[in-house]
């Protein structure tokens, strides 16, 4: 599967953006997926999850109450709403598939991932 994230861009703290993850090639509605995000000269680190149903999600302490996740098998794509954005999560942000399926745990580590999109970048300015 190819993923395409885009949505990325300059806001300022309070503000809000939509990430989008779209998907081709093999059927990504059987992958659970999820966000990472990187700042510079920092570790990649989880943002959120999904499974593939949509049914159940996961987020990081830090962007819970701020941010959704969601998809939308129909259109193969996914999404991160980001609200009452702070400057803390400027970084690069990227959407992943981990193809496993059924799989009913939702993984938060970089390494279970198997598919890896571009990433877009987000600049939240104070």
């Known amino acids: 599967v190819q993923l395409q994230a885009s949505g990325g861009g300059s806001v300022q703290t309070g503000g809000s953006l939509t990430l989008s993850c779209a998907a081709s090639?093999?059927?990504?509605?059987?992958?659970?997926a999820g966000w990472f995000r990187q700042a510079p000269g920092k570790e990649r680190e989880f943002v959120a999850a999904?499974?593939?149903?949509?049914?159940?999600?996961d987020y990081a302490d830090s962007v819970k109450g701020r941010f959704t996740i969601s998809r939308d098998n129909a259109k193969n794509t996914m999404y991160l709403q980001m609200n009452s954005l702070k400057p803390e999560d400027t970084a690069v942000y990227y959407c992943?598939?981990?193809?496993?399926?059924?799989?009913?745990?939702?993984?938060?580590?970089?390494?279970?991932?198997?598919?890896w999109g571009q990433g877009t970048l987000v600049t939240v300015s104070s």
């Open positions: 992943a598939a981990d193809e496993c399926f059924p799989c009913h745990v939702l993984m938060v580590v970089p390494a279970e991932y198997d598919y």
């Open positions: 090639g093999r059927t990504f509605s059987t992958y659970n």
């Open positions: 999904i499974n593939w149903s949509g049914s159940s999600t």
